[in-house]
């Protein structure tokens, strides 16, 4: 591993003008390529103390072995020198956004005599017209099936189209009039050339003029008495309008613009883009990348947008929503605008139609990280990787097979409360997950907190293992059964997890193989004493910080760096955020639960019982503040009169402020709360 200072250029070498670097290895292969507005101050910053740099660059300073960079004139330049670069190298560093499937588009091979529409894959070529892409392929051989009666264009392969020609027989499309049949002669190149034109434009959003077009020949044809061909116009009609049907107005103005957003957690990036024409959804595509830098969400956008435009000529539109103006826009757009040849706009959408597009495609993203985690976590070879990896990583006797992860929550010190998740064999174990309620500290302590959550779960372990000794003693070892073990002559062991009483499971019967707490040095400790108060010294314990996604162990000064593509630092966030999601479900509950009833105190003639009526019947105070009298006179046990005054409060309330009615900021990523 060489030193950065071993190769760090000699000051005042390094011009200050706009430019483009490149790190090597000691191999002389490019690791990572980036751009600046002026290259000193840039690279200066990689040459500092490796303790202030982010993990993930201090990786790549430290992998390096040399540094070079290119001057040009503008700021534009260099991004277009960056792309360049990053395309031709593959630098490892950096991100790079792959499809996680290849997306189909319609293509017009516009560049041969008789066009041809069919569906295609992979690289464009040039003379062909694109359109999409789309999700799925079936999706475009449905609306192609239903445009071909109103534009009858040429859908056949090569082959077909010289066999009907030689023959002088068209096929079978020739013969339903979804085809002019070219081949024999039935249009001339030209006829075919503007029923080509038509479609290309009805595909590309000018859909009004075509349907007015057809409605004013049926109305004619209907009025000469022509009523076959009124029928056939009908029926072309229908076929135009079911195929508008399939793509529905998102964007009332007709705008053209591709609608980006991202769902990202500290190790990879989702990213889902649609594609609107003409204020319809033509397509939409989606990412999923790994986070090799320490850039933020308008850095993802700006690599993202260099990445999907460098290339791409014809498909960039006017507008690119965004989730987060990149840092350079400017220059980004003037980039675009140049290879578009005319305006290109990112914004940011505030409010409106453009705003709730972009919330959809947010979801979509947040969905598509959450199915490609699932499909990694499903696999079982993937599993035993990653509890082997724990294991040599942490430095334990045997594969962590129970994991137990405890998070804190809560909101300003009110309403403090804890989880517990349980992952057994890499796989979430619901049924033994536990909730908390802190009741022995106050306010905001979350060192103070996770003390009393570990010191509650083992002592209910310890409980039980005093209160069921003779059972516990009595079991027989794992894999055994009574008999056996009896005619072994060894001594049982094992847990008894079922309570033979009750026939259910008993709670906090079975130790962890590890201990995970959410946090660093402080929350680690704390946990670690907690176990050694109890007297449990078999039992290990490491903690994840969120920010640099560093597993610290008790006692230890430095934290353990796992490697980022590491499938042992994997199980363990997924498991971290598990508890995020389940400490804040719970955190959530609760307050609203004592907003509601904070809210009803005064309330004449309200006790507890109706308080939680209303609770069970509405579920939030947000919902009981917007239901009126009568439908809360509705409630069991609930009058008008009382109805009038619970409305009453509920409007005081809110005028007041009492119900701080504003709910927390949640990190989409990891679920957890932060404060304001």
């Known amino acids: 591993m060489a030193t950065p200072s071993s190769y760090r250029p000699a000051p005042g070498s390094i011009p200050t003008k706009p430019g483009v ?41 430290t992998t390096g072995a040399s540094v070079e960079w290119t001057v040009v004139d503008t700021e534009v330049e260099a991004l277009q020198l960056e792309y360049s670069w990053i395309k031709e190298f593959d630098p490892r560093f950096n991100v790079k956004y792959r499809d996680d499937k290849s997306y189909p588009w319609l293509a017009v091979t516009v560049g041969e005599e008789f066009p041809r529409v069919m569906v295609g ?174 850039g933020g969400t308008p850095e993802l956008v ?50 409106g139609d453009k705003r709730d597009l972009q919330q959809t495609v947010a979801n979509n993203a947040l969905q598509a990280l959450a199915l490609h985690k699932t499909k990694r976590a499903s696999d079982l070879t993937t599993r035993n990787r990653a509890l ?23 909101l300003q010190g009110t309403e403090v409360v804890a989880s517990m998740v349980v992952f057994e064999d890499g796989l979430s174990r619901k049924s033994e997950y536990r909730r908390f309620v802190i009741r022995g500290v106050d306010g905001q302590n979350d060192v103070a907190s996770m003390h009393e959550v570990i010191t509650r779960r083992f002592r209910r372990l310890l409980d039980e293992q005093s209160k069921h000794g003779a059972e516990l003693q009595a079991a027989p070892a794992v894999g055994q059964s009574a008999p056996q073990a009896e005619q072994s002559g ?5 847990p008894m997890l079922v309570d033979p009483e009750t026939g259910r499971p008993r709670k906090f019967a079975y130790a962890p193989s590890l201990v995970v707490v959410d946090g660093g040095p402080p929350q680690v400790a704390a946990a670690q004493q907690a176990l050694a108060e109890l007297g449990i010294n078999d039992v290990p314990v490491c903690g994840l910080a ?62 507890e019982v109706r ?23 509705l409630v069991p046990g609930i009058g008008p009169r009382t109805a009038t005054a619970i409305k009453d409060a509920v409007a005081k309330a809110e005028a007041t402020g009492k119900t701080a009615a504003k709910a927390p900021t949640v990190n989409t990523a990891t679920g957890e709360i932060l404060e304001d």
Not at 490 to 494: F, N, T, V
Request: glycine share 8%; net charge neutral; proline share 5%.
């Open 302 to 351: 700006q690599d993202f947008l260099l990445q999907l435009y460098g290339g791409e000529d014809d498909a960039i539109p006017r507008e690119v929503l965004v989730p987060a103006l990149p840092p350079d826009s400017d220059v980004l757009e003037q980039l675009l605008s140049e290879r578009r040849g005319s305006r290109v706009a990112i914004r940011v959408p505030q409010r």
């Open 388 to 410: 082997e990896e724990i294991q040599q990583s942490l430095g334990l006797d045997e594969v962590p097979l129970r994991i137990e992860c405890y998070d804190v929550s809560n």
């Open 21 to 61: 670097y490149r790190f090597r290895d000691a191999k002389g292969r490019v690791i990572y390529v980036g751009k600046a507005k002026s290259l000193r101050p840039r690279l200066s910053s990689y040459f500092q103390d490796i303790g202030n740099l982010h993990p993930r660059t201090a990786t790549m300073v």
């Open 611 to 633: 308080r939680k009526t209303l609770l069970k019947h509405f579920g939030s105070l947000k919902k009981l503040r917007e239901a009126d009298v009568d439908q809360i006179a």
């Open 490 to 494: 060894q001594p049982p062991s094992g």
């Open 121 to 294: 894959r992979g690289a464009k070529r040039k003379g062909t017209r694109y359109f999409g892409p789309y999700s799925h392929a079936w999706a475009i051989r449905e609306t192609v099936d239903l445009l071909l009666r109103v534009f009858p264009m040429r859908s056949c392969s090569n082959g077909v189209f010289r066999r009907s020609a030689q023959i002088g027989r068209p096929c079978l499309l020739g013969y339903i009039d979804k085809c002019a049949a070219p081949c024999v002669g039935n249009v001339t190149p030209e006829e075919h050339r503007e029923i080509v034109d038509d479609f290309c434009d009805f595909m590309a959003g000018n859909t009004a003029a075509f349907t007015k077009r057809i409605e004013r020949e049926m109305y004619a044809a209907s009025e000469a008495l022509d009523f076959e061909k009124a029928a056939r116009l009908r029926d072309d009609l229908g076929a135009l309008t079911k195929a508008l049907e399939k793509q529905a107005v998102v964007l009332r103005d007709g705008t053209d613009a591709d609608v980006i957003a991202l769902a990202e957690d500290p190790l990879e990036v989702a990213v889902q883009i649609f594609y609107v024409r003409g204020g319809r959804i033509r397509g939409q595509r989606g990412w999923v990348a790994d986070r090799t830098d320490e």
């Open 546 to 607: 969120k920010r640099l996604e560093e597993v610290w162990l008790p006692g230890e000064e430095d934290p353990v760096i796992m490697a980022r593509t590491s499938e042992g630092l994997y199980l363990l966030q997924r498991i971290r955020d598990e508890a995020h999601r389940f400490a804040i479900t719970h955190h959530r509950n609760r307050r609203s639960k004592s907003m509601v009833e904070s809210t009803l105190d005064d309330v004449p003639g309200l006790g």
